[in-house]
């Protein structure tokens, strides 16, 4: 029906085109033969008006109502239920694993465009084909032809998969006793049996009308609808139990939760419920005196694996905890911040790890060492140990970022440790002390010291001897090593400490530029990007680099097997990197390599 009718306008009017109410003029408007003449002037326009409203309300009613419509769909569409193959895995599970080798929503494309890096899967069309041959292959090499992975593993792959395992499995191997508790569901073809995938099974019994049968040892196996059901007889019960009874994970509040922190579409999934782990570890020390924090009722960590097209990124989430209270006198813990090291590296850096707040850790520390009475003996060794430095205070208040490096040298590779302090002041004052401390240890030894300017920079190198007479020195075997000598070197520029180990590593950091830095590294960046550049701890690794300097080091034989082997499949990767962030609202760490 057309929705024009229900105007006050006759049927004639309506069949003839209509006048855009938006552009009516006064002059258009005709006052209808039988009104009264006062009325006429008003009664055309409000009927006209009031047509206009009703057409606008109605017309803007349907259009709210798509909108909501589409952003139903959307929601609903763009969701990812639960598979139902973690309806059989019970809701107290303590590990929980989820694999979905069907490549769930956006995860084949993915996939597919992250494979076509490496030689041999460049065509997407024959993806599913390529992904086959190779796991026939691994299953083929990892099982000496023992199992043909097209009649017995492909039928297996057909939808999602789950492992679960309670908290008495734990127990039962901690205490030496076979493994129970174990389940493994898998989603067929509808096509197999127990027989097909294990071989010749034995009937055992009929549990709520299904068929379960018999392995070997203590592994059974069964079937129920399109589900491959395989562990212990007792696990299969609570598996068919979960699933007929609507008790599976699924049902769990804490597993959802947990399951809704990873974002996006999932190859796998690893679920930790960690009351249960903790109670079973408090169990097993009773007596001895540990200490097992109370993590409390919704204790749990869940992780997350899926590929976006050039990056394999692996996500772990902890759930929220309460801020412990600080003991008196410790200082907050640092915020999360970028990097500020890797402007300061060579571009062509192997790898560094960095971590934001050292200082504030490490008086953390210290004062719940101050505060707990049974750790006085603890804390006044590391006093007196520290006592040379300054004190702990002096050791700790100055230190804000700490960080590690490994940076290519002339003759190998070298290690750098990268300090930075509050001020430049601070950092100065520091590198003083410990010169002035390795002069007086220097006395009387085989340790030489020397200053050397580079670039308006003092470098001071500490010529520690050869490596059998620091071992010897320390009661250490010397017959079998030889005499290489050590030498550490460190300089302060600004508020940084650097601290070298290798020819030319302090060197090489002191001419860093803005444009020959790690940060300005195209692999670096991208890495560093996905995986989070604002994070309390951050790992970068430079795998091209790696790749290119296993290969230098290897001999004749070994580099011709690495450059067939190896090198047309590792040529490929670009870089890693980790970050971390901890907060009231949960932990998140990310760890991403990608590809090139």
Same mark, same amino acid.
């Given at each position: 029906?057309?929705?024009?009718?229900?105007?006050?306008?006759?049927?004639?009017?309506? @069949?003839?085109?209509?006048?855009?109410?938006?552009?009516?003029?006064?002059?258009?408007?005709?006052?209808?033969?039988?009104?009264?003449?006062?009325?006429?002037?008003?009664?055309?326009?409000?009927?006209?008006?009031?047509?206009?409203?009703?057409?606008?309300?109605?017309?803007?009613?349907?259009?709210?109502?798509?909108?909501?419509?589409?952003?139903?769909?959307?929601?609903?569409?763009?969701?990812?239920?639960?598979?139902?193959?973690?309806?059989?895995?019970?809701?107290?599970?303590?590990?929980?694993?989820?694999?979905?080798?069907?490549?769930?929503?956006?995860?084949?494309?993915?996939?597919?465009?992250?494979?076509?890096?490496?030689?041999?899967?460049?065509?997407?069309?024959?993806?599913?084909?390529?992904?086959?041959?190779?796991?026939?292959?691994?299953?083929?090499?990892?099982?000496?032809?023992?199992?043909?992975?097209?009649?017995?593993?492909?039928?297996?792959?057909?939808?999602?998969?789950?492992?679960?395992?309670?908290?008495?499995?734990?127990?039962?191997?901690?205490?030496?006793?076979?493994?129970?508790?174990?389940?493994?569901?898998?989603?067929?073809?509808?096509?197999?049996?127990?027989?097909?995938?294990?071989?010749?099974?034995?009937?055992?019994?009929?549990?709520?009308?299904?068929?379960?049968?018999?392995?070997?040892?203590?592994?059974?196996?069964?079937?129920?609808?399109?589900?491959?059901?395989?562990?212990?007889?007792?696990?299969?019960?609570?598996?068919?139990?979960?699933?007929?009874?609507?008790?599976?994970?699924?049902?769990?509040?804490?597993?959802?939760?947990?399951?809704?922190?990873?974002?996006?579409?999932?190859?796998?999934?690893?679920?930790?419920?960690?009351?249960?782990?903790?109670?079973?570890?408090?169990?097993?020390? @009773?007596?001895?005196?540990?200490?097992?924090?109370?993590?409390?009722?919704?204790?749990?960590?869940?992780?997350?694996?899926?590929?976006?097209?050039?990056?394999?990124?692996?996500?772990?989430?902890?759930?929220?905890?309460?801020?412990?209270?600080?003991?008196?006198?410790?200082?907050?813990?640092?915020?999360?911040?970028?990097?500020?090291?890797?402007?300061?590296?060579?571009?062509?850096?192997?790898?560094?790890?960095?971590?934001?707040?050292?200082?504030?850790?490490?008086?953390?520390?210290?004062?719940?060492?101050?505060?707990?009475?049974?750790?006085?003996?603890?804390?006044?060794?590391?006093?007196?140990?520290?006592?040379?430095?300054?004190?702990?205070?002096?050791?700790?208040?100055?230190?804000?970022?700490?960080?590690?490096?490994?940076?290519?040298?002339?003759?190998?590779?070298?290690?750098?440790?990268?300090?930075?302090?509050?001020?430049?002041?601070?950092? @100065?004052?520091?590198?003083?002390?410990?010169?002035?401390?390795?002069?007086?240890?220097?006395?009387?030894?085989?340790?030489?010291?020397?200053?050397?300017?580079?670039?308006?920079?003092?470098?001071?190198?500490?010529?520690?001897?050869?490596?059998?007479?620091?071992?010897?020195?320390?009661?250490?075997?010397?017959?079998?090593?030889?005499?290489?000598?050590?030498?550490?070197?460190?300089?302060?520029?600004?508020?940084?400490?650097?601290?070298?180990?290798?020819?030319?590593?302090?060197?090489?950091?002191?001419?860093?530029?803005?444009?020959?830095?790690?940060?300005?590294?195209?692999?670096?960046?991208?890495?560093?990007?996905?995986?989070?550049?604002?994070?309390?701890?951050?790992?970068?690794?430079?795998?091209?680099?790696?790749?290119?300097?296993?290969? @230098?080091?290897?001999?004749?034989?070994?580099?011709?097997?690495?450059?067939?082997?190896?090198?047309?499949?590792?040529?490929?990767?670009?870089?890693?990197?980790?970050?971390?962030?901890?907060?009231?609202?949960?932990?998140?760490?990310?760890?991403?390599?990608?590809?090139?």
């Amino acid at each position: 029906m057309d929705p024009r009718s229900s105007d006050p306008i006759d049927a004639t009017a309506a @069949a003839e085109p209509r006048p855009d109410p938006r552009r009516v003029s006064q002059g258009d408007l005709e006052p209808a033969a039988d009104a009264a003449p006062g009325l006429a002037a008003v009664t055309a326009p409000t009927q006209m008006v009031g047509a206009s409203r009703v057409r606008w309300l109605v017309g803007g009613g349907l259009a709210v109502a798509a909108v909501a419509a589409l952003v139903l769909a959307a929601a609903l569409l763009g969701a990812s239920p639960l598979p139902d193959a973690l309806k059989y895995v019970p809701a107290d599970s303590a590990v929980v694993v989820e694999l979905r080798p069907e490549l769930p929503g956006d995860q084949r494309q993915h996939v597919g465009n992250f494979l076509a890096h490496f030689p041999g899967f460049e065509d997407q069309s024959t993806l599913s084909d390529k992904i086959d041959e190779a796991l026939a292959r691994i299953i083929d090499d990892a099982t000496n032809g023992q199992i043909d992975y097209a009649t017995r593993v492909k039928p297996l792959l057909a939808g999602p998969m789950a492992i679960s395992v309670s908290a008495d499995a734990f127990g039962s191997m901690a205490s030496g006793n076979s493994p129970t508790g174990y389940l493994a569901i898998a989603t067929t073809d509808g096509a197999v049996s127990c027989d097909t995938v294990f071989g010749a099974t034995t009937a055992l019994e009929t549990y709520r009308e299904v068929e379960i049968r018999s392995v070997g040892a203590d592994l059974a196996c069964a079937v129920h609808d399109r589900y491959l059901l395989a562990g212990t007889a007792d696990s299969i019960h609570d598996g068919l139990d979960a699933r007929l009874d609507g008790a599976g994970i699924d049902t769990s509040a804490k597993y959802k939760a947990a399951r809704a922190a990873v974002e996006g579409d999932q190859l796998a999934t690893f679920y930790l419920d960690g009351t249960p782990l903790v109670d079973l570890m408090r169990d097993a020390t @009773a007596g001895l005196g540990a200490v097992i924090p109370d993590l409390g009722s919704d204790f749990w960590a869940m992780e997350g694996l899926r590929v976006i097209d050039d990056a394999i990124v692996l996500d772990a989430y902890g759930a929220p905890l309460e801020a412990a209270d600080l003991a008196s006198g410790a200082p907050t813990s640092a915020a999360a911040s970028e990097s500020r090291f890797a402007a300061h590296l060579p571009a062509g850096s192997l790898g560094f790890v960095e971590i934001h707040g050292v200082g504030a850790y490490l008086g953390q520390a210290l004062a719940a060492l101050r505060a707990d009475a049974t750790q006085a003996d603890v804390l006044t060794q590391i006093e007196d140990a520290l006592r040379v430095l300054g004190g702990t205070d002096n050791l700790t208040s100055w230190i804000e970022e700490v960080g590690a490096a490994a940076v290519p040298t002339s003759d190998g590779v070298g290690a750098a440790l990268l300090v930075r302090g509050v001020d430049a002041d601070a950092a @100065a004052a520091r590198a003083a002390q410990i010169r002035n401390l390795l002069v007086l240890a220097s006395t009387g030894s085989d340790i030489t010291i020397r200053d050397t300017d580079h670039d308006g920079v003092t470098i001071t190198t500490v010529d520690l001897g050869d490596v059998s007479s620091l071992l010897g020195g320390l009661g250490m075997s010397t017959t079998d090593v030889a005499g290489p000598r050590v030498e550490i070197s460190f300089a302060v520029r600004d508020d940084l400490l650097i601290v070298g180990v290798g020819n030319g590593v302090v060197e090489q950091i002191l001419d860093v530029e803005s444009g020959s830095s790690l940060a300005a590294a195209s692999t670096y960046g991208h890495a560093t990007d996905l995986a989070g550049a604002t994070s309390s701890v951050h790992v970068f690794v430079a795998l091209d680099s790696i790749v290119e300097h296993v290969g @230098a080091m290897l001999s004749p034989d070994e580099l011709a097997t690495f450059q067939g082997d190896l090198a047309p499949y590792l040529e490929h990767l670009a870089g890693a990197a980790v970050s971390s962030s901890m907060s009231n609202g949960g932990n998140h760490m990310r760890w991403v390599i990608t590809v090139k």
